[in-house]
C-alpha cells in the first residue's frame, strides 16, 4: 500500500544492497520515488559511528585483547569468579557493575567492556598478584600499568562515540537537526584530536577521519 517513497535506512550490509536494489527496481516502475530515489537507499548513521570506531580500535588492538583475556580468564570459571570477588572485595571497589565482554555484532560494547574494566583495575591487579594461574594464562602479559593509563586515555576519547551512537539509535525523537548536530560534532571532535601533540591521540583519530571522509 505504500504510494510514495522518499528514503529507507539500513545498516551497511551486502545483503541489504541486493535487497534495495530489487525494490528499487519495483518502485520505479511505479514511479514512487521523491526525488527520483535520489536519497533512496541511506546508510544507518549510527552503524557507520560503528566501523568508524571499530577502524580507531585497531589502533589499540593489543591493549584491548590483554584487558578482554583477563575478563574471559575470571568469567571462565565459578572459582575464578569467586576469587576475582574476594580481591573486588578486598580492595574495597563499590561498583555494583559485572564484567561485560565485547561482541562484534553490538555497537560500543569495546567501550563498554573497557569502561567496566577500568573500574576493577585494582582488583586485576590484586588476582596478578594472588593468582599464579593469572599470568599463565595469559601467557605472562596481564593487562600492564601502561594498558590501564591507555584504556583509560582512549575510553575518555571514545566515550563521545559512545554518547552520539545513543542519541542516534532513539526511534521517537530523531530528528534531521539532531543527526546533522550529532556528526558536525564527531567531524570537528575528530578533526582537533588529530591535531593532538601526542602521537598516541593522533594516529586514532586520523585513521577514524578517514573512515569517516569516506561515507
Not at 560503528?50 to 585483547?65: A, M, P, Q, R, S
Request: with cysteine; aromatic share 10%; net charge positive.
Amino acid at each position: 500500500g505504500i504510494e510514495k517513497l522518499c528514503t529507507l535506512t539500513v545498516d551497511n550490509a551486502s545483503a541489504n544492497d541486493v535487497a534495495l536494489a530489487y525494490l528499487k527496481r519495483k518502485f520505479s516502475k511505479k514511479s514512487a520515488f521523491v526525488l527520483k530515489g535520489e536519497f533512496f537507499h541511506m546508510r544507518c548513521c549510527a552503524h557507520i559511528i560503528n566501523l568508524i570506531v571499530k577502524d580507531g580500535l585497531n589502533e589499540i588492538k593489543g591493549l584491548v585483547t590483554r584487558i578482554r583475556d583477563a575478563m574471559k580468564y575470571v568469567r571462565s570459571s565459578p572459582q575464578r569468579e569467586q576469587r576475582f570477588k574476594s580481591c573486588v572485595e578486598n580492595e574495597r571497589i563499590n561498583h555494583k557493575s559485572s564484567l561485560c565482554l565485547d561482541v562484534q555484532a553490538l555497537r560500543n560494547s569495546t567501550f563498554l567492556m573497557l569502561n567496566t574494566a577500568l573500574k576493577f583495575q585494582k582488583a586485576f591487579e590484586r588476582l596478578e598478584d594472588e593468582d599464579p594461574h593469572f599470568c599463565l594464562e595469559l601467557n605472562d602479559i596481564p593487562p600492564t600499568s601502561k594498558d590501564w593509563d591507555d584504556a583509560r586515555h582512549f575510553t575518555s576519547f571514545l566515550e563521545n562515540f559512545y554518547d552520539a551512537t545513543v542519541h542516534l539509535s532513539g526511534s521517537l525523537y530523531i530528528t534531521s537537526t539532531m543527526y546533522f548536530t550529532e556528526v558536525c560534532a564527531i567531524v570537528g571532535f575528530l578533526s582537533e584530536c588529530a591535531k593532538s601533540f601526542d602521537p598516541s591521540l593522533s594516529v586514532m583519530p586520523m585513521k577514524m577521519k578517514s573512515k569517516f571522509d569516506k561515507y
